[in-house]
């Protein structure tokens, strides 16, 4: 593929081989085509358009990727995958750039009626799951990287939960280690809960290296009747990479859905998050946390769109921005006519640690029914001078003060992880990043 | 051990301390008594570092050493303690921790041992019983939904955990009822003696009933009018500060 302009695409060849595409059934292939000329027509999304304001897309869509398939597959063993694992003993499905590799996954005790395999291996019915519509309709020009992803991907994985099925953290562990010419992996995920299950699913994106590359993932979901979903997610990309992900939630009748994104890599990324809350009595809790440094724009985007009655959402975004880094969340929240006895609440903060650090947050609602408790909030702030001084002032050096109190700014979401085992993985994942800003 | 010489501060823009002359002798209590906005708060936070109080003019030694050029860990490590008059609450740091890190840092500034976290809790212990506190405090975040007579305790605490040689209280009696202030004042009487010194900054002289000074200052238009012993204070309350402010102007 060569993708050279915003404008669109002047050379695209299918390069996703039907081999590679399950069964690929012929309606696929129509789908693909539909997609890619969709994707013609409108290019990348403009920053003209509402919803791509704060974030611009020129510098993905100036550079030219190679696809996936023409890099080779790093040698890695399970040891260098060890620091990025949920539990050393959890369920895995492993893809290096871009690639399913079963030598590093662990699927051997996958309980009966649960599947997790790779995309290539999945059941006609998947591919339909997987080639849906998005949960929430948008403006199709705000959306051409999902028509990007329909016509490109080449590979994710598939998690079925059948029927009352209970699951043990699994993980889908995409790790890429990039070389000198850019590429990009085009990936796309599904993960179905049938009625009455419960899973927990730990999505992590891990760069190896400071190469250019582009993630561009599609993640489709679908929680059936009293079946509750725990999802993670973890963007740390490498320092050149463009992240773009599309996650796409939808809730049946009393699903119960559950979602922590940590967005800490890349240089340039966009987590889009889209719940339909389709059905009645549905409950939607989402929490995330942006942590920016450098030159990074960090971008969540999240859209919920109660259409039942009886439905209960929450959106707790918290970034932390330093150096030049811009943090952008946007949280929509639409309320059907229909959906009376809404209870939709979302709450943005922010802390800038630097006077070029920025940071935007749109809140946007739309209620279309009467009978609705909605709420949002949003504060943009600095570290609290007076709260530094009182910690050095007993000793505390101005380091470990400031750590200190960014710690206690996303300690508290953290907290709220229920997972034990993915409350440290998140844990690890921000000592991680503070230990770095400690350093000069 | 603490010379302060001509010490001149702006908050602001603004000069509040005017040429403050003090000298405090080490192992001594001293007690700085004045008005409101004569500038007592001022000499705690220039005493102890804090931005955007800019010492433009004077000196402050302590133990010889240049104190100004020092950041405010650096004055802590080096033995000087502000208790607050308003202590901070920080939602989500938790006191343990932080102390724990104060803690060490001092001692390894001093050349000591760092503790760990079983001989950190068992000296934490210690000091809590010692001051009737309940160690429950240990795992809350700092200062967050105590009451006022608590935060003033919990800064006690911290003063003994820290073991300073320099103490200065900031206005540590106010918003105390009496059994509070009796705490309070047994825990600084507890930390006399001959290798700590000890200032009081008050607006009150009920304090001083508790923790007797050796030495008493009047500070008034950011400058020390009057010095002199315990019985100042009685002087002070009895005419108040209009009278003596006018009495050391003329």
Redesign the interface.
């Known amino acids: 593929m060569n993708v050279e302009t915003a404008a669109g695409v002047t050379d695209f060849r299918p390069f996703a081989r039907p081999e590679r595409l399950g069964k690929s059934p012929a309606w696929l292939d129509g789908v693909r085509e539909t997609a890619i000329e969709r994707f013609r027509e409108h290019g990348f999304p403009s920053s003209k358009i509402e919803s791509w304001k704060f974030t611009n897309l020129s510098p993905l869509a100036r550079t030219t990727f190679r696809d996936a398939s023409a890099i080779k597959g790093p040698e890695l063993t399970r040891a260098d995958l060890e620091p990025y694992r949920l539990t050393p003993d959890c369920h895995l499905i492993v893809f290096v750039n871009g690639q399913f590799r079963p030598d590093l996954s662990a699927l051997d005790h996958v309980p009966d009626g649960t599947r997790i395999v790779d995309f290539t291996a999945a059941e006609e019915e998947d591919l339909r799951a997987l080639t849906a519509p998005p949960a929430v309709p948008v403006d199709p020009r705000a959306r051409s990287l999902f028509d990007l992803n329909t016509a490109c991907m080449s590979g994710g994985a598939v998690v079925h939960l059948g029927r009352g099925a209970i699951l043990d953290p699994v993980q889908l562990l995409f790790v890429v280690r990039p070389d000198a010419e850019p590429t990009a992996f085009h990936l796309r995920n599904l993960i179905r809960a049938e009625a009455g299950s419960s899973a927990t699913v730990l999505e992590s994106y891990v760069g190896l290296g400071d190469g250019i590359y582009w993630t561009n993932v599609v993640t489709q979901i679908a929680v059936a009747p009293n079946a509750v979903l725990r999802h993670y997610k973890l963007q740390a990309e490498g320092n050149s990479a463009f992240h773009v992900a599309g996650t796409s939630v939808r809730l049946d009748h009393q699903a119960a859905y559950r979602m922590f994104a940590a967005s800490l890599g890349s240089e340039l990324s966009r987590n889009e998050v889209d719940v339909d809350l389709a059905a009645t009595d549905t409950v939607a809790r989402l929490a995330g946390t942006t942590l920016a440094r450098g030159a990074q724009h960090l971008d969540t985007t999240i859209r919920i769109e109660h259409s039942k009655p009886r439905g209960t959402s929450s959106q707790e975004s918290k970034a932390v921005v330093d150096g030049r880094a811009h943090a952008v969340f946007q949280g929509r929240i639409r309320v059907a006519p229909d959906a009376q006895k809404t209870d939709a609440q979302q709450i943005s903060r922010s802390l800038l640690l630097s006077s070029t650090a920025a940071a935007d947050t749109k809140p946007e609602l739309e209620i279309l029914a009467d009978d609705v408790k909605c709420s949002h909030g949003a504060t943009i702030g600095d570290l ?4 530094l ?10 380091a ?2 400031r750590k ?2 960014i ?3 996303i ?2 979401l953290i907290e709220h992880i229920t997972v034990d085992t993915a409350r440290a993985y998140f844990r690890r994942a921000f000592d991680r990043w503070l230990a770095y800003g400690a350093q000069p | 051990m603490l010379k302060i010489e001509d010490l001149h501060v702006e908050v602001d823009h603004k000069e509040i301390l005017h040429g403050l002359d003090l000298e405090v002798t080490e192992g001594e209590v001293h007690a700085v008594m004045g008005p409101n906005g004569s500038g007592k708060s001022t000499l705690a936070y220039a005493l102890a570092g804090r931005d955007g109080y800019a010492v433009t003019g004077g000196r402050i030694l302590y133990q010889g050493r240049d104190l100004v050029a020092m950041a405010p860990e650096e004055r802590a490590r080096e033995g000087v303690f502000l208790a607050f008059q308003y202590p901070v609450e920080i939602p989500g740091v938790v006191n343990a921790n932080f102390l724990k890190s104060a803690v060490n840092a001092v001692r390894r500034h001093r050349g000591k041992t760092e503790l760990d976290a079983m001989e950190f809790l068992k000296l934490a212990r210690q000091k809590l019983k010692l001051l009737n506190m309940d160690e429950a405090l240990l795992s809350r975040p700092i200062n967050v939904g105590f009451s006022g007579g608590e935060k003033k305790r919990n800064e006690i605490f911290q003063m003994w955990m820290l073991d300073p040689r320099l103490a200065v209280l900031d206005e540590t009696d106010s918003g105390l009822d009496i059994d509070a202030l009796k705490i309070v004042a047994e825990g600084v009487n507890a930390l006399r003696g001959p290798t700590r010194t000890i200032l009081l900054i008050t607006h009150y002289q009920r304090l001083l009933d508790y923790v007797v000074p050796d030495k008493i200052h009047v500070l008034a238009g950011g400058r020390i009018i009057k010095s002199g012993g315990k019985e100042l204070a009685l002087e002070l309350e009895a005419k108040g500060y209009a009278d003596v402010v006018k009495a050391a102007a003329a």
């Open positions: 609290d001078e007076e709260a001084f009182y910690l050095r002032a007993r000793g505390v050096g101005e470990e003060a200190m109190l710690d206690a700014f300690g508290e």
